[in-house]
C-alpha cells in the first residue's frame, strides 16, 4: 500500500532543496563579493600587523640600504676585533657570539624567517592592482630611490623607476622574453582547448608567432591611411549630428573615441567590412567593445586571487561568457572571409599564406582587438580632455597642418610623420596618462643596478608613470606641455620608444597602427571642433588601466562657425 505521507514528505523536502539551491545561486555573487571583501580586510589588518612585526626585526625595507647597513655592520665589528673592543650591539652583549642561542631566541630566528618568506608584503603586493597603484609607486620612489624590491608568498618582485635602467632589463630579458602570467586567460583556453596565442606564450612558441604576425602588421598600415581617414570623419559626422544642436553641444567623448578605436582597429585587422560584417551577425560593435572593457575590470579581479579559487570568483564565469562570445565573433568573421582575401586586411593576410591555423588566427586577432580598443579609447580620451583644458593647443595643431598640407585636405602616411607637433600632443598625453602604468619581465640573466644584483627569475618592472615624473627629464612635470618632445635630447626621445608601449621585442605589436590612428583622430577632431571643458580636476584611477576617475565631458562648437 502506497505511504502518501512519506511521498509528501519527499516532494516537500525536494521543493525545499530546489528553492534553497535558486537562492543559494541567487545570492551567490553577493555573498561571494561580500565575503571576498570581508577576508581582503581582515588578511590586510593581519598581514599589516606580521609585516609591522617582521619590520622591526628587520627594518631595512629596500635592498640597498639593508646591504649597505650590513657592510657598515661587518666592518664595525672588524674595527672592534682589531681593537679588542667590546661591541655595543645589545645582541652580542645578550648572547656572546660563540654561545648557542636560546631557546627564545631559535624560536624568534625562526618565526621572522618564516614570516618573510610567506607572508612578506603581502598588503603591498594587493595594492598594486589597487585604484591608487600608480601614487603608491611614486610615493616608493621617493622613500626609497631608484630601486624598490618586496616579496609576497615568497615570490618577488622588484620595480625600477629610471629611465637609465630600462637598457639592462631589455638586456637581462634574453632571447624569449617573459612576462607576468596571465592565469584567467591561460586556464580559460586550456579548459576550452585553445592554443595560447601570442599575449601568453613563451619560447620558441612565442618567437615563432611574433614573426609571422610583425610583418603583416608593419606592411598594411601604410595602405590603410584613406581608408581610416574617411572611417575618422564618418565618427565624427555621427557625432555632429547625435551630440549637437546647431553646431554646438556639450557630450561624452567616450562613445565617440570607443566607437573609432573598434571600428579602426576592426578594419585593419579584418578588413573594410568589419562593420557591416557585425550587423550581419546580429551584433553591435558596441556589444563588443562593451564585452571587452568589462574583461579588463574582472581581468584585475582574477589577478590578484590565488589560482587555487580562482574558479569559485564571479569574475570567473563573467570572464568565460565573455571570452566565448569575443572568439565566437571572431570566428564568424574568418567563415566570412575565407572565400575573399582580396582586401589589404592582416586577416587575409593570414589566410593566403596559412602558417598560421585557423585556431591560431582567431585566437591572435581577438587578442590584438581587445587589446586595442581600451588602450586606444581610453588615451583619445585623456588627449581630448587635455587638448579641452588647453586650448590654444588645440590652435598650434590647426597650425603646422595647414603649413605642411599646404591647402590639401587628404591626408598621406608621410604627412603624419612630418607633424611634430601633433606627435609631440600624443606623446605628452601617454607621459601624464600613461594607460598601462608598469610593464615587467622575469629576467633570465643576472642584473645588475645602482650596485644591487638582481637574481634570475625574478619579476623586474619598470614604471612609467615615475619615469616620465623625473623632474631632471621632465621640469614642471604635472604640467601639460607638448613642446618638451620637441628637442633632441636623446633620452627624452628614448622613453618615448621604449617605455609608452612597452620595450624590447615583446614591446606592443600594434605600436605604428595604433600612433598612425590616434595622430589622424586628433587632427581630424580639431579640424571639426573647437572645444573646452568645466572640469579642470581629472583625477587617474587603475581599472587595470590608467583610467580617468569619471567620464570627460566636453563643450564643442563647429569650428567653421568661429572661422
Same mark, same amino acid.
Given at each position: ?19 534553497? #539551491? ?67 650591539? #645589545? ?5 656572546? $657570539? ?42 616608493? %620612489? ?33 632571447? %624569449? ?92 585587422? %579584418? ?19 562593451? #564585452? ?6 574582472? $581581468? ?70 581587445? $587589446? ?120 627624452? #626621445? ?70
Amino acid at each position: 500500500m502506497i505511504n502518501f505521507d512519506i511521498i509528501r514528505g519527499s516532494i516537500a523536502i525536494i521543493l525545499f532543496v530546489l528553492v534553497l #539551491k535558486s537562492g543559494l545561486n541567487f545570492f551567490h555573487q553577493k555573498i561571494f563579493e561580500l565575503m571576498s571583501n570581508t577576508f581582503l580586510k581582515v588578511v590586510n589588518n593581519l598581514f599589516s600587523f606580521l609585516i609591522i612585526k617582521t619590520y622591526e626585526s628587520n627594518p631595512y625595507r629596500n635592498i640597498r640600504e639593508y646591504r649597505t647597513a650590513i657592510s657598515s655592520l661587518v666592518q664595525l665589528e672588524t674595527h672592534q676585533k682589531r681593537n679588542g673592543m667590546k661591541s655595543s650591539s #645589545k645582541s652580542n652583549t645578550r648572547f656572546q $657570539a660563540n654561545s648557542p642561542p636560546c631557546k627564545r631566541q631559535r624560536k624568534e630566528s625562526l618565526t621572522t624567517k618564516l614570516l618573510r618568506n610567506t607572508t612578506g608584503d603581502v598588503c603591498e603586493f594587493i595594492s598594486i592592482f589597487g585604484s591608487n597603484a600608480h601614487e603608491m609607486l611614486m610615493k616608493k %620612489y621617493k622613500a626609497f630611490g631608484p630601486v624598490y624590491t618586496f616579496s609576497a608568498f615568497g615570490k618577488k618582485m622588484v620595480f625600477l623607476f629610471e629611465a637609465d635602467d630600462v637598457e639592462k632589463l631589455k638586456a637581462a630579458e634574453g632571447r %624569449y622574453p617573459q612576462h607576468v602570467d596571465f592565469k584567467h586567460l591561460r586556464r580559460h583556453r586550456e579548459d576550452q582547448g585553445y592554443p595560447k596565442g601570442l599575449l601568453i606564450s613563451n619560447d620558441n612558441e612565442w618567437l615563432c608567432q611574433r614573426k609571422i604576425l610583425s610583418n603583416p602588421m608593419m606592411l598594411k598600415i601604410g595602405h590603410q591611411i584613406k581608408h581610416l581617414e574617411e572611417l575618422t570623419l564618418k565618427t565624427l559626422a555621427n557625432a555632429v549630428e547625435d551630440y549637437t544642436i546647431n553646431g554646438f553641444g556639450t557630450f561624452e567623448v567616450e562613445p565617440i573615441t570607443r566607437d573609432f578605436a573598434i571600428n579602426a582597429f576592426g578594419s585593419v585587422l %579584418y578588413g573594410n567590412s568589419f562593420e557591416s560584417t557585425f550587423t550581419q551577425n546580429g551584433k553591435t560593435m558596441q556589444e563588443f567593445a562593451e #564585452k571587452a572593457k568589462n574583461n579588463f575590470d574582472d $581581468a584585475k579581479k582574477l589577478l590578484i586571487t590565488p589560482e587555487c579559487i580562482m574558479k569559485m570568483h564571479p569574475a570567473w564565469k563573467r570572464h568565460n561568457n565573455r571570452w566565448n562570445f569575443l572568439l565566437k565573433t571572431t570566428m564568424d568573421m574568418i567563415e566570412r572571409h575565407s572565400n575573399d582575401t582580396s582586401d589589404c586586411s592582416i586577416l587575409s593576410h593570414l589566410l593566403q599564406n596559412r602558417k598560421l591555423n585557423d585556431k591560431e588566427i582567431y585566437i591572435n586577432l581577438t587578442d590584438l582587438l581587445v $587589446a586595442s580598443i581600451d588602450t586606444t579609447n581610453t588615451t583619445l580620451q585623456w588627449c581630448l580632455y587635455e587638448l579641452a583644458c588647453h586650448p590654444d593647443v588645440q590652435d598650434n595643431i590647426i597650425s603646422e597642418a595647414e603649413r605642411i598640407l599646404e591647402g590639401r585636405s587628404s591626408l598621406e602616411k608621410t604627412d603624419l610623420d612630418k607633424l611634430e607637433f601633433l606627435s609631440a600632443v600624443l606623446w605628452e598625453t601617454l607621459r601624464l596618462h600613461p594607460v598601462g602604468f608598469f610593464t615587467s619581465r622575469i629576467i633570465k640573466d643576472c642584473m645588475e643596478v645602482k650596485g644591487i644584483m638582481i637574481p634570475p627569475q625574478t619579476n623586474v618592472a619598470i614604471s612609467m608613470y615615475v619615469m616620465a615624473r623625473n623632474l631632471v627629464l621632465f621640469p614642471n612635470p604635472d604640467k601639460f606641455v607638448p613642446e618638451r618632445w620637441m628637442t633632441d635630447n636623446a633620452k627624452i #626621445k628614448k622613453l618615448n620608444r621604449d617605455v609608452f608601449f612597452g620595450f624590447g621585442p615583446r614591446m606592443c605589436l600594434g605600436k605604428k597602427m595604433a600612433e598612425m590612428e590616434m595622430k589622424l583622430f586628433i587632427l581630424k577632431f580639431c579640424q571639426q571642433f573647437e572645444f573646452s571643458t568645466d572640469d579642470t580636476e581629472m583625477e587617474q584611477v587603475v581599472k587595470l588601466l590608467l583610467s580617468p576617475s569619471r567620464p570627460v565631458k566636453i563643450n564643442t562648437v563647429l569650428r567653421q562657425l568661429t572661422d
